[in-house]
């Protein structure tokens, strides 16, 4: 992710709060007094145990110590910076470009980034400014910026496929709809598996065709996936026929071939389009043959 000697930026989830936590206490701590005061000051390890979840935090280790962190918090097609830090003595060894450069990266379908900096602190706001977060609001004591993000992505193979799908489930939330769409061995189910593998779910998914859905039990008291593949489906009504296991607002669904038939389930999806970066050719070509995709990742909201 970055050409800084020494320098890691890793996806990190529960398990690292006490880490976590400490860089947090460390970057906030040393900044001046301001008021009202940073709210991250406040923060316990329990408290950020429960914001990273599944896998939702992102650390940076400098020689193997722990020197940055951030969280990353998705609203809708925004994902939020929150307690975005670097331990003092830390800075100026391009910590925080790193850990923005991951953050991007981890957030492959929200199409805007979002962070809360203090007026009071130009030194900031100016870093935010200079990656690109151009656009700006005022909201309370904040001063919030925005980022622009990409929507499409280049995928060479199927580990690199399933890598896409692992960081978006890992941002998804239950009751998200996915509605996945491309031609036959495009990678929608290879998706499909880095997808459960970061909702944390039981393992095992493949193509449903045969029995249409599958639902994936949680692993880590999260939503389950409901995987459908709606391809010998005649409409909407036969979706909302099918006997599964576990409510659609208490899972994350996708529904494969599911453009024209499953856009009904929810006001609130999240399209993924894959298509050949070649172009060219009749013949479905998998993966596996060195073919790129171009993956589009839209959420889209009805009026």
């Not at 450069?101 to 009071?120: F, I, N, Y």
């Not at 239950?174 to 769409?181: E, M, Y």
């Not at 071939?257 to 609130?268: F, H, P, Q, S, Y």
Request: net charge negative.
């Amino acid at each position: 992710m970055n050409d800084r000697p020494g320098l890691t930026v890793t996806s990190v989830g529960a398990e690292a709060a006490a880490e976590v936590h400490a860089v947090v206490r460390a970057a906030f701590g040393a900044r001046p007094p301001l008021d009202p005061p940073a709210d991250a000051l406040a923060e316990t390890p329990d408290s950020i145990a429960a914001a990273l979840g599944r896998g939702r935090g992102l650390l940076a280790r400098l020689g193997g110590q722990p020197v940055g962190a951030v969280l990353l918090d998705p609203h809708d097609d925004t994902v939020f910076l929150r307690r975005f830090g670097v331990h003092p003595e830390a800075q100026g060894k391009g910590v925080a470009s790193a850990l923005l450069e991951a953050a991007v990266a981890h957030a492959p379908a929200q199409q805007t980034m979002t962070v809360l900096a203090r007026p009071e602190m130009p030194r900031t706001v100016d870093f935010w400014r200079s990656k690109g977060f151009c656009r700006e609001v005022t909201v309370g004591p904040y001063l919030q910026l925005f980022l622009d993000l990409p929507t499409e992505h280049v995928v060479k193979d199927g580990p690199a496929m399933q890598e896409l799908g692992r960081r978006v489930g890992r941002l998804l939330e239950a009751g998200d709809v996915l509605v996945l769409s491309g031609e036959l061995g495009a990678g929608k189910t290879t998706f499909t598996q880095g997808l459960g593998e970061g909702l944390g779910v039981r393992g095992g998914v493949t193509s449903p065709t045969f029995v249409i859905a599958r639902v994936h039990p949680s692993l880590v008291d999260g939503p389950d996936l409901v995987h459908v593949d709606a391809y010998r489906l005649g409409g909407i009504e036969e979706l909302d026929d099918l006997d599964l296991d576990t409510s659609l607002d208490e899972a994350v669904t996708v529904v494969e071939w599911g453009a024209g038939v499953a856009e009904g389930l929810a006001t609130r999806r999240l399209e993924v389009r894959v298509t050949r970066a070649l172009g060219g050719g009749e013949a479905p070509v998998s993966l596996e043959d060195h073919d790129p995709r171009v993956v589009e990742l839209r959420w889209v909201r009805e009026q």
